[in-house]
């Protein structure tokens, strides 16, 4: 209720402006309204987000990445204005720092879109892995593409930094590729503990990475290997 008075407050006084300024816009919402909405900016109906202007959006890029409120629609809506021409284009063209802005607007993307991601450093990654909800596709593509661009195509070349950094996206990898991770797992073991988007299969896979790395007689095993 609080974050809908606050929301409902900042519209009144930008629509307050009159139509001549929300004619000349074509939105009534600027970067400061966003940021000064904070998380209730994810209030924002699809109609306001696809009528931001170029530059507002591109102002407001990481803020509204990081706005984990956005239902799958919204997020649709703000990839769109992120594919505008006039603002980073194709998503195949995005540089690493609109990828790593867009954060968990990059959900609104297909698998097929995210596939078409040029991601060479876990950095990247890591701004969106850092996200839960998600599909497993995306997961798959975004770490196909860092794996491809980042490391040769080599899983061999996944070392512990990597699959710590990488977040949700260490669930992007098949069980054979988890398989040949028993080197990176031995670090990033805690980190992979915290994974919420592995399917069955792929949690079988850690677990089985662990019995190797830490013996199979889990009582044997240390409080900081269990947590």
């Known amino acids: 209720a609080g974050r809908e008075a606050v929301y409902g407050t900042i519209l009144d006084g930008i629509t307050s402006g009159g139509q001549t300024r929300r004619k000349r816009s074509g939105s009534s919402l ?4 966003i940021k000064m909405l904070d998380d209730a900016a994810s209030q924002m109906t699809v109609s306001q987000i696809s009528g931001l202007a170029d530059s507002e959006f591109i102002d407001c890029a990481a803020t509204l990445g990081s706005n984990e409120g956005w239902d799958q629609t919204q997020k649709v809506a703000l990839v769109e204005v992120a594919g505008r021409e006039t603002v980073w284009g194709s998503h195949s063209t995005w540089e690493e720092d609109d990828i790593s802005n867009a954060g968990i607007m990059v959900q609104g993307l297909s698998a097929s879109q995210i596939a078409m991601f040029n991601i060479t450093s876990v950095d990247t990654l890591s701004s969106l892995g850092q996200y839960e909800g998600w599909e497993a596709t995306q997961l798959e593509a975004g770490f196909t593409t860092f794996l491809t661009n980042g490391n040769g195509g080599s899983i061999s070349n996944v070392d512990s930094t990597d699959l710590a950094s990488m977040g949700e996206f260490g669930c992007g ?10 080197s990176a797992y031995a670090e ?11 399917s069955t299969a792929q949690q079988e896979a850690y677990a089985a990475l662990a019995v190797t790395t830490f013996g199979s007689d889990v009582s044997t ?4 290997t269990i947590t």
């Not at 990033?188 to 592995?198: H, I």
């Open 188 to 198: 990033a073991s805690s980190d992979v503990g915290t994974l919420t988007g592995c």
């Open 221 to 224: 095993w240390s409080e900081s």
């Open 173 to 182: 990898a098949s069980t054979t590729q988890i398989a040949s991770m028993g």
């Open 30 to 33: 600027t970067c400061s309204d």
